[in-house]
């Protein structure tokens, strides 16, 4: 499942975030949603939300 949904993201949910410096790489940082960021329904690169570790990006996958 893609996050660019945001009614797919609840916190608490197991996600796999892009940060803005992983952008170009590609590189998913992997945690549990702590804060949705996004307030709008959908949003093409992906709801971006914090982390309960502090990181900020852009949810690329849910994990089930």
């Not at 609840?10 to 790489?25: E, F, L, W």
């Not at 992997?30 to 709801?47: F, R, W």
Request: aromatic share 0%; glycine share 10%; hydrophobic share 30%.
């Amino acid at each position: 499942m893609t996050g660019t949904e945001r009614k797919n993201i609840k916190v608490g949910t197991n996600v796999r975030v892009v940060q803005k410096q992983d952008q170009r790489s590609g590189k998913l940082t992997e945690g549990t949603v702590a804060n949705i960021l996004t307030n709008s329904a959908t949003h093409p690169h992906g709801i971006k939300v914090r982390l309960e570790s502090g990181i900020v990006g852009r949810v690329k996958e849910i994990n089930e």
